[in-house]
């Protein structure tokens, strides 16, 4: 098979994916529905995943096994506790619900609420799926 049908760190590749907990409880799948189109290196999928697409070929359909830290390791020092009155008004709060705020710098930030209060709300920065083993399961289409 030539490299040219090879999935290489730059590629468009369409193809259908299934990311899942090492328990099985499903987080996505593109199985049974439209397959996806994304280009590598471009930071549409987590390098983790890109680095096991890079080599297949398409028609190919593997699952990766990935250790707890492929996504990150969790971090506690991202787990903090807010005021609720520090939050905009009318924010919902749905523990592991997620919500946006904006950083110190006015930058965009993104955090899931672990556990309220009426005082306070204790917010989890850490990627959903940090600290968590994941199988990855990809079918490749076509490589573009």
């Not at 996505?28 to 471009?42: E, I």
């Not at 492929?70 to 919500?99: C, F, K, M, N, S």
């Not at 920065?125 to 573009?144: C, M, Q, S, Y």
């Amino acid at each position: 098979m030539s490299d040219a049908t090879r999935i290489a760190p730059d590629s468009f590749v369409t193809l259908r994916y299934r990311l899942a907990l090492a328990d099985g409880t499903e987080v996505v799948s593109t199985f049974g529905g439209n397959p996806a189109t994304f280009q590598l290196g471009a930071g549409q999928l987590a390098p983790p995943l890109e680095e096991r697409l890079v080599g297949l070929s398409a028609g190919q359909r593997e699952r990766f096994d990935l250790p707890a830290d492929a996504l990150g390791a969790h971090r506690p020092e991202l787990v903090q506790r807010a005021r609720r009155a520090d939050l905009p008004a009318g924010t919902p709060l749905v523990v592991g619900g997620a919500i946006d705020l904006v950083g110190p710098e006015g930058q965009p930030l993104s955090a899931r609420v672990a556990a309220f209060d009426d005082v306070s709300v204790t917010l989890d920065f850490n990627h959903p799926l940090a600290g968590r083993a994941l199988v990855f399961e990809a079918e490749v289409i076509a490589v573009l």
